[in-house]
């Protein structure tokens, strides 16, 4: 139905940066709100950054504000997750999420219908 691939991840040093790759399949892409969640092991998953396609509207989690940008590149069909100022902290499995309607919880792992399997970012101190 809906297929979402991440990619981009990789180990860094802490101050650097990576762009995550989330490319979507199998439907039409507009008008899905987009998200991106991380999860470090013993932790819950985390909601990081999230676009409303439709508007283009961000939004972000305090943690991430200054640093992280989401932005989509429609004829790809790919929503891209820009990560600067790298912390170790910020080390997690990193996952792209999409739900074909507006959620006002978007900041909820429930929110959304579709996962990708994830990506791996690693930063070193």
């Known amino acids: 139905q809906v297929q979402l691939v991440e990619s981009g991840g990789g180990l860094v040093q802490a101050g650097g940066s990576l762009r995550l790759s989330c490319a979507a399949s199998?439907?039409?892409?507009?008008?899905?709100?987009m998200g991106w969640f991380r999860q470090a092991p013993g932790k819950e998953r985390e909601f990081v950054a999230a676009l409303r396609l439709s508007s283009g509207i961000t939004y972000y989690a305090d943690s991430v504000k200054g640093r992280f940008a989401i932005s989509r590149d429609n004829a790809k069909n790919t929503v891209y997750l820009q990560m600067n100022s790298l912390k170790p902290e910020n080390t997690a499995v990193y996952y792209c999420a999409a739900n074909p309607v507006w959620r006002s919880d978007y900041a909820k792992y429930y929110a959304y219908a579709y996962w990708g399997q994830g990506t791996q970012v690693t930063v070193s101190s």
């Open positions: 199998g439907r039409a892409f507009s008008g899905y709100t």
